[in-house]
Each structure stands twice: as C-alpha cells, then as structure tokens.
C-alpha cells in the first residue's frame, strides 16, 4: 500500500481580519465597561465581598457595597440583573405537563 | 483563578494597565507579562511556580543546547533527552499513584505484606499544557523552524503566559515567540473581535456548560441506574454540548484576552458536531492539541507510511491521547473508540475528497452518524469509571422508566447547543463586522452589560473548566 501525504489544515487566526482599535479607545471601553458593571451588578459585588476573607478592609468593603446595592436598589437599577435571574429561573423551573 | 469570576476581572485590569504602560520597554513587559502569569498560577497553589519555573528553566537550556550544536546526533540525543524529561515530569505527576496502585496490587496477589508508600501527589492545574508548550520549543528548535534561539525571559513567557496556562490552546513555539520578540503595536488591538469571543465564551461556560452539568449531566452520570433510556439518551447529548462549551469557551476566553495585549492565538475550535467523519472531528475539536499530536507524536511514529503501520500509528496516538487524559480503562477506551473509527474510515473512504461530492442526504446522515460515534466515545470519557459507563449502555434498554431529569430548560440547551454548530463558519467574523459601526466606548458599555447579564443568567457558583483536571 502506497503511503499518503498529510494534509494539513493550515493554522486560521481566530480574530484574521478583524478591525484594529488603538490603546486609548480600549482603554476607554474598559473603564466604562466598569462603571457598566458597577452600576447594574451591585448584587454580584456585594456577594464577592461577602466571600472575602475576614477581616477589618473586608468589612469595610461589605460595609460600601451594602451601601452602594442599597442606594441602587432604591432608583431601580438593580432591576436589570434581578429580572434577567427571574426569568430564567421560572424557565428553569417550568416542567412537562 | 477563574476566567468567569470578580477576581480574575480585577487581576485582568491591573495587568493590562501595568502591560500596555510598559509598551516602550519591551523586555520589561514581557517581565511584567511573567511576573503576572506566575500570580495567576499561584492562586491555585504557589509551590508549583517553582515546578513551572523549572521546566521553562530547563527547556531554554535544552533549547540553547540543541541550536548551538550542528551536531546530528548530539542535537537528536539533546532533543531526546528533553522531551523524555518533559514526560517524565509529566507521567510523575498523572502516573505515579497509579502505578504505585498497581505495585501494591501485584504485591498483594503474590502474598506479600509489605506495602509500597502511597504518595500523595497533587496534580498541578496545567501541567499538560506548560510540558506541551516545552515539548513544542525544545523540537521546533531541533527541526530548525525556529531561526535562534530564544530568550529566557521569552520562553519563560511563551510557557506561563497566563490566558493559555492552564487549559490552552497550545501555541506552538514557531507562531508565539516571533510575536514576543517584536514590540506590541497599541494601535493594533483587536477589541472587539475580542469582546465578542470573551462574551461568547462566558455565557457557553456560566450558562450553557455549567446549568447542563448541575440540572442533567451529573446526576444522571453519577448514578446511570436509576435513569431510563430517554434520561440516559439526552444526558449523553447534554454532556456533548456541556464538554464542548465548557473547553471552547475557556480557549475564546484566552483567545480574547491574549488580542487584548496585542498577541495572536489560533483557533481551538470549529464547529465539531457539524464534522463528517471522524478525521474531520479532529480537525476542529481541540485544533491546538490534535494538530499536536500529529506532529509530535503521529508523523514521528511513521505517520501515514504505507501499509498497515498507518493503522497502528494513528491507533497508538488516540490510546495514547486517551491515557493522557488519566490513568483509567474508560480514558484508553475513548481513546480506542476514536482510534477503531478513524482506522475504519481510513480502510472505507481513503480519498476523504469524495465526501464532498456525496449528495446532501448522505452528508446529513453521516454527521448524524459521526456526531453518535463521537458521543458513544464521550460516555466513557465521562463515567467515573468502566463500570458506570457500563451501567449507562445497559440502561439504553430500559424504556420502562419515566424521563424525571429533562426539561424544556436542558433540551433548550442542548438544542441550541447543538444547532449553533450549523451556523455560518464566518458567523465571528460577521458579527464581529456588524459591530464595528458601533463606537468601541459604547462597545465597553455594552460589554459591561452583557458580562452583568450572563452572570445573573448563571447559577451560583462556578464549576472549574473540566480540563483544568488534565
């Protein structure tokens, strides 16, 4: 039997030909992705401080993000997160029949 | 340190200032770059940064060795010498207990009474990636596709470089360190391709993979009898989706957070459950690992030479894989399923171009058939054991128990799963330019949204990446 060569696939670049930013823009971005983050996830942050280590900076820091949910939750910018979870838990809770 | 967690996002933004801040200083940043992969290696456990520093230590020695020899067999004797350390360091760690297992095992059937020690050895998150990643150094530079050796501080890198540690791609040596030996161009960053893989990526991890595990795979693997043939059925297509979601979306994730210094990653994954055949599945599940293989251990077995040695070749190499997943029966029989089928079709269709021209009825039914071939292979791939994954197959015979496990929920996902590998090849590259009218700032704030939403979509808690245990 005669032997084949391999073929080979050749390596694709995952992001070939995507478009380029300069540092600055990025930068930006990040910041206010951030800020996005701050604002409408309080609840997640407050639950990662909660998970912090004992500690005197650590209940400083559960101290401001109860405050910061607080405050967020009183102009209703908590809404986004909790409606996306109760959504999705009511879907993960419907059953057959 | 997990990708889908606050701390990784912090640690994440404090690098990337600290990296870019350094551009000018190329040496210093790739030194920053190094400190700050050994940081995130050393959340899961400090003491192996010195094992990780050992053997990008000793691979740059090997390295330096092999290229400044023009002696064929002193570089083949060096080249030989590394790579068998490499796996020594590895098969310690994956292999030890096992054999000393095996060793009492022996010394108990021939009546002794002495016991060989059991050590308890942790297995360090990665260490089948960072031998990879030396292995591929220490043999580009003896097969010459590297021009000169590196740098220490540049293989130190290439090795620990922390989106890619500990679960890859595998980036070869010859396609990652001519990218640390050049200056990052700031003005060169790829973003929002970026944003579009790690946003990807984290909802197939947090939602997709993660819901999948806790509402249906898990329990019906860990206990396979009590579950009826429908149960067992989606269960196996749920953890098909589940395995491909979880890995292809920590490689996305790496992919975009390595664009967003200005570094290059190839693609891991393409679309696996849409492949016809076997040897198609290969070259779009695990690329980085697959294409490894090959030329790591395939081609220099023999490869495709005539005969039957073709056959055995391509047989060791998936044993082989399948062992290196563990030192278990189950990992050997995935490993010996997937290897059975590619010899199969080797024999059947040696002209893998004639599948282009079969009519569409025949290409449909043989996704069908590969994508079953492949999840037959991933029930013992996922069983705890040989005998759970014998428990599952017995249970496809029992019709008579009531599905308890699916839900509209799970076969959602497994749906979506499963039909999101028949979008558009270029659905990325589509997206990604549907996106660019979009000003990057506000791109930021909607990346920022989209990370709060998939996190409050997920369950509590997050699972480790399954291959962060190989």
């Known amino acids: 039997m005669q032997s084949r060569a391999i073929r080979y696939r050749p390596t694709v670049e995952a992001l070939d030909g995507a478009t380029s930013s300069n540092l600055m823009q990025v930068s930006l971005s990040i910041i206010l992705a951030g800020l996005v983050m701050l604002l409408l996830g309080s609840n997640s942050l407050l639950s990662w401080c909660n998970n912090l280590p004992v500690g005197q900076v650590s209940d400083s820091l559960v101290s401001i993000c109860q405050t910061w949910q607080d405050a967020l939750t009183q102009i209703g910018l908590t809404w986004f997160a909790e409606t996306i979870r109760a959504v999705l838990r009511s879907f993960e809770a419907l059953r057959w029949g | ?470």
Request: aromatic share 16%; charged share 15%.
């Open chain 2, 1 to 470: 340190m997990l990708f889908p967690t606050l701390n990784f996002g912090l640690f994440f933004v404090v690098v990337f200032a600290g990296a870019w801040s350094l551009q000018r200083w190329h040496r210093v940043r790739l030194g920053f770059l190094v400190a700050a992969s050994y940081v995130f290696y050393g959340f899961w456990d400090w003491r192996f940064c010195f094992l990780l520093f050992g053997s990008s230590f000793g691979n740059w020695a090997f390295g330096r060795a092999i290229a400044t020899t023009n002696n064929p067999g002193r570089r083949k004797g060096l080249v030989a010498i590394a790579v068998t350390l490499n796996l020594l360091l590895l098969g310690f760690f994956k292999y030890c207990n096992f054999f000393l297992d095996q060793a009492n095992a022996v010394l108990d059937a021939l009546g002794g009474v002495r016991e060989v020690p059991y050590l308890d050895i942790v297995l360090p998150v990665g260490i089948s990636f960072f031998t990879f990643h030396g292995i591929s150094y220490v043999v580009d530079i003896y097969r010459r596709k590297l021009d000169r050796p590196a740098t220490l501080l540049q293989i130190l890198l290439y090795i620990s470089f922390f989106p890619q540690l500990v679960a890859g791609p595998i980036v070869r040596a010859s396609h990652f360190l001519p990218q640390l030996a050049k200056t990052v161009d700031p003005r060169g960053i790829k973003a929002t391709g970026a944003y579009l893989l790690i946003l990807g990526g984290l909802f197939k991890k947090v939602v997709v993979a993660n819901y999948l595990a806790t509402d249906l795979v898990d329990p019906v693997f860990f206990d396979p009898t009590s579950f009826g043939t429908l149960d067992l059925l989606l269960a196996t297509y749920g953890y098909a989706v589940q395995i491909y979601c979880d890995f292809s979306a920590y490689t996305d994730i790496a992919i975009g957070v390595a664009a967003l210094f200005g570094y290059q990653f190839p693609q891991n994954f393409d679309q696996p459950y849409r492949a016809l055949g076997l040897r198609d599945f290969w070259q779009r599940w695990h690329i980085s690992l697959s294409s490894w293989l090959r030329d790591y251990l395939y081609i220099p077995l023999g490869g495709n030479e005539g005969g039957w040695r073709r056959y055995r070749n391509l047989m060791l190499t998936m044993l082989l894989g399948g062992l290196w997943h563990g030192a278990a029966l189950h990992y050997v029989i995935w490993g010996g399923l997937h290897g059975t089928g590619l010899v199969v079709e080797h024999l059947l269709l040696p002209d893998r171009t004639r599948l282009q021209r079969w009519s569409w009825v025949a290409r449909a039914v043989g996704i069908v058939m590969t994508f079953h071939v492949v999840c037959l292979a991933w029930i013992f791939f996922r069983a705890a054991d040989i005998d759970h994954a014998v428990q599952f197959l017995g249970g496809f015979a029992r019709w008579d128990l009531t599905p308890s496990q699916i839900t509209p929920f799970t076969l959602t996902l497994i749906i979506g799963g499963i039909a999101a590998q028949f979008l558009p090849r270029d659905r990325m590259a589509r997206l990604e330019w549907l996106s660019r009218p979009i000003p990057i700032a506000l791109q930021g704030a909607l990346v920022g949204a989209g990370i709060v939403a998939v996190d409050s979509l997920g369950p509590d808690g997050i699972a480790p990446f399954i291959y962060f245990q190989f």
